[in-house]
């Protein structure tokens, strides 16, 4: 028998592929320049990617709580109680292995918490409610936007994206994207 789709279902397995992505992103840039930033006032590397750990464990780990609330404290008082050791994570082994992880943790206890769980309204930073769920993908979504990031950190390093690697080792002969047919 097929397994059921559902919502929950799709949004997990769409971050599975974000979360891939990041994860290829993160390994492309050599460890030795993990501390890159594009300018003095940008986060590093490192700092983008513990950034994206903290933002996504506090949302799950809110997300997952039966009185679901991100107005219970700061965003940093958050971060000291549900992701207190992520600043520790500062080489590219520890980012991915964190990376791995905490998708993993995540998928497990979403999927227990189920779609009734995630389709509860709940309220958002901003004051407005909306479901679980949707607070959920727009944290996807903050990820998604972090690895663009990356990639454009990538390219001021002199190298190609992994999200561009992939483009061009899916298609079919020698693609060239300097030139028109």
Known sequence: MAASVTLLGETIARWYNIRRGL???????????LTFR???EMRSV?????????????TVEELLREDTNLHRASMSQLANVYAPNITRADSQE???????????????????AGDLHMMQLVPKLDGTRETRLTILQDT?????YHRGQLTV??????????????????LPGSFNPGTVD
């Open 153 to 170: 950190y990538a390219r001021l390093l002199g190298l190609e994206p992994a999200l561009t690697k992939d483009l061009h080792s899916a």
């Open 46 to 58: 490192i700092d983008l990617v513990q950034h994206i750990l903290e933002f996504s464990i506090i």
């Open 94 to 112: 520890k980012l991915v292995n964190i990376l791995v992880e905490q998708y993993k943790d995540a998928e497990t206890r979403l999927e227990e």
């Open 140 to 144: 996807i979504q903050h990820e998604m």
């Open 23 to 33: 994860i290829r992103e993160v390994s492309n840039i050599p460890p030795a320049r």
């Open 38 to 40: 594009a300018t003095l």
